[in-house]
């Protein structure tokens, strides 16, 4: 945290998170923002999440009388990966037409087909996920998932787990 930040301060335009000047380099935790909504069965906009949560954030007032400053470990959103956001919108309107018979697709071969292909871009997705978390946790950072449905912190979960694991057998 630069020595001249002032948390009383409205953010400045380039800021990140929560107004915050920090850089990965400089925070303890990285928000991995995911826009996932591609199984969401009621109503949808969970997709666009992370990238309100920066936009609102920039208003969060910093001050905590419990926790005093913690701003000052650090908090970095990252970028959102590349095309997850173009990915998410293609199996959408596949996922739509399950979603709305309920999820049965009975012997229709392209809602089979629609299935198989959303089943394979959230396995990719988590993919993804899994990766980013553990590249992160190996930089020492603590991971934290902003994002959509209910499936996008399961390859973070996947991640942490193995680390954890591997970690408890050494």
Request: proline content about 6%; glycine content about 12%; overall charge positive.
């Amino acid at each position: 945290m630069p020595s001249d930040f002032d948390p009383n301060a409205a953010a400045s335009a380039d800021s990140g998170i929560f107004g915050l000047p920090c850089g990965l380099q400089d925070s303890a935790i990285a928000f991995l923002p995911v826009p996932w909504e591609v199984t969401t069965s009621y109503g949808g906009g969970t997709a666009g999440g992370p990238r309100a949560i920066r936009e609102a954030s920039r208003q969060v007032d910093l001050f905590d009388a419990d926790v005093l400053r913690p701003y000052e470990a650090g908090l970095f959103l990252l970028e959102e990966p590349a095309g997850l956001r173009r990915e998410n919108a293609r199996f959408r309107k596949l996922a739509v037409r399950i979603i709305a018979r309920g999820g049965r697709i009975g012997g229709d071969r392209r809602l089979r087909d629609a299935l198989e292909k959303i089943n394979a871009g959230c396995a990719r997705m988590n993919d993804l996920v899994t990766a980013h978390t553990r590249q992160l946790l190996q930089d020492g950072k603590i991971p934290a998932i902003i994002g959509g449905d209910h499936s996008v912190p399961f390859g973070a979960i996947r991640a942490a787990s193995s680390r954890y694991r591997a970690m408890r057998s050494a």
